[in-house]
């Protein structure tokens, strides 16, 4: 029986832990699928929770109210409600930036809640797109959101929300929102 030097056996040894380096590692995040659906009357008390963990104030009938108009979507991930994405319809006069009475013709975009695990993975992007499907499948002319409730002092919002907007913010400008300040604060708003 022959002897071999060490080296010669980690030489021979070399190939197959470089075959097993080349097997990667994939998280259970990579292969996370998130599905964007509509909030239905079940999803109201998941859907509470998932705001009220994202600092919003509000109850259940306040949110049931709101999904009985059949506008609003949730992103799930598993079949877990991460993000909620709400919305009704509104009358805007996109001369004077106003909400107005009369017929409704936008769809009011609400700040999506997404829980913080789940940011950063393009899920406020898809429930804007998907809102703003809704609005065109119901022949509505507007999407339309209120950014900021505080109106910055420099006339130049849309370079002002580019610099240092809020990640919603960001995500309207890249889909072609306008934005002007008014009494109501920052309006975000597009044609369908």
Same mark, same amino acid.
């Given at each position: 029986?022959?002897?071999?030097?060490?080296?010669?056996?980690?030489?021979?040894?070399?190939?197959?832990?470089?075959?097993?380096?080349?097997?990667?590692?994939?998280?259970?995040?990579?292969?996370?699928?998130?599905?964007?659906?509509?909030?239905?009357?079940?999803?109201?008390?998941?859907?509470?929770?998932?705001?009220?963990?994202?600092?919003?104030?509000?109850?259940?009938?306040?949110?049931?109210?709101?999904?009985?108009?059949?506008?609003?979507?949730?992103?799930?991930? $598993?079949? %877990? =409600?991460? *993000?909620?994405?709400?919305?009704?319809?509104?009358?805007?006069?996109? #001369?004077?930036? &106003?909400? +107005?009475?009369?017929?409704?013709?936008?769809?009011?975009?609400?700040? $999506?809640? %997404? =829980?913080? *695990?789940?940011?950063?993975?393009?899920?406020?992007?898809?429930?804007? #797109?998907?809102? &703003?499907? +809704?609005?065109?499948?119901?022949?509505?002319?507007?999407?339309?959101?209120?950014?900021?409730?505080?109106?910055?002092?420099?006339?130049?919002?849309?370079?002002?929300?580019?610099?240092?907007?809020?990640?919603?913010?960001?995500?309207?400008?890249?889909?072609?929102?306008?934005?002007?300040?008014?009494?109501?604060?920052?309006?975000?708003?597009?044609?369908?």
């Amino acid at each position: 029986m022959k002897a071999g030097f060490k080296s010669e056996l980690m030489e021979s040894e070399a190939p197959q832990k470089q075959k097993e380096k080349k097997k990667k590692f994939h998280s259970p995040t990579d292969f996370e699928h998130v599905e964007v659906k509509k909030l239905m009357d079940e999803d109201v008390e998941e859907a509470s929770k998932v705001m009220r963990k994202c600092l919003f104030t509000v109850t259940d009938e306040e949110i049931g109210g709101i999904v009985e108009k059949g506008m609003s979507y949730g992103g799930f991930v $598993d079949r %877990i =409600l991460v *993000a909620v994405a709400l919305s009704w319809s509104v009358r805007f006069n996109s #001369e004077t930036w &106003e909400f +107005e009475e009369g017929e409704e013709n936008a769809v009011f975009l609400e700040d $999506d809640a %997404i =829980l913080l *695990a789940y940011e950063g993975r393009g899920i406020r992007e898809l429930l804007i #797109e998907k809102r &703003e499907e +809704e609005g065109r499948e119901r022949r509505l002319k507007y999407a339309v959101a209120i950014t900021s409730p505080i109106s910055p002092e420099e006339a130049k919002v849309g370079e002002v929300v580019q610099q240092r907007g809020n990640k919603t913010e960001k995500a309207l400008l890249k889909r072609g929102y306008k934005f002007s300040k008014t009494r109501n604060g920052v309006v975000a708003y597009k044609e369908l």
